[in-house]
């Protein structure tokens, strides 16, 4: 996957935590670069403390990569559920299969698709 360490969280609040830092990364990502994103600017898009980020990764280059990894595995989840029951795929409105509706993704990742 990666050779980023991240943390695992432990306990729920500590993954809402998790969740909130890469969704306050993804919403920043819609508006610039990753290399104009400060840590700053992701904890008051999280929102949460700078010692919560720090607790998690240990730099802002840490995150993009488990970003990354984590929508790919978010994905190759539901390819494996798709092949597994290829009927319980969705179909969009026009009625084509929508492999990756947001319904199916964690909240996380619901901004990428």
């Not at 969280?9 to 104009?36: C, E, N, V």
């Not at 990354?68 to 319980?88: G, H, V």
């Not at 026009?94 to 996380?108: A, K, Q």
């Amino acid at each position: 996957m990666t050779d980023i360490e991240v943390k695992k969280p432990q306990q729920d609040r500590s993954q809402a935590t998790l969740d909130r830092i890469l969704a306050g990364t993804i919403k920043l990502l819609d508006q610039k670069p990753f290399d104009q994103i400060s840590i700053t600017e992701i904890v008051q898009a999280a929102p949460c403390s700078v010692g919560a980020f720090y607790k998690r990764f240990a730099s802002k280059d840490d995150v993009l990569p488990y970003l990354l990894a984590n929508l790919q595995q978010q994905q190759n989840a539901i390819f494996k559920e798709m092949l597994n029951d290829p009927d319980r795929m969705n179909l969009d409105l026009y009625g084509r299969r929508n492999f990756l509706s947001p319904r199916r993704l964690t909240p996380t990742a619901v901004n990428l698709v």
